[in-house]
């Protein structure tokens, strides 16, 4: 298992992430956005990701249980240093 040093929190959020749109457009595609996924009009098809930075932290710490301190890590200093 790898530590929390070891570990990169990343989102490519949609520009619609962290709203209460129920529709979008993805380069010109609209997207339909319902139980935190957005998809193509046809639902076979991802429209990407609309995961904040605040979800994936709250994900971690409340149904993954890694502390806070630990998903805060892995979210700013673990991907800066990568960088």
Do not use: Q, W
Not at 7 to 19: E, K, M, N, Q
């Amino acid at each position: 298992m790898k530590t929390d040093d070891h570990i990169c929190l990343v989102t490519d959020s949609l520009s619609c992430a962290g709203t209460s749109e129920k529709t979008a457009c993805v380069g010109g595609t609209p997207c339909i956005i319902e139980d935190g996924v957005a998809t193509h009009p046809d639902p076979s098809a991802f429209a990407g990701s609309i995961a904040t930075s605040n979800r994936l932290v709250r994900v971690c710490v409340k149904e993954a249980g890694i502390p806070m301190y630990s998903a805060v890590k892995m979210i700013t200093r673990n991907p800066v240093r990568i960088m």
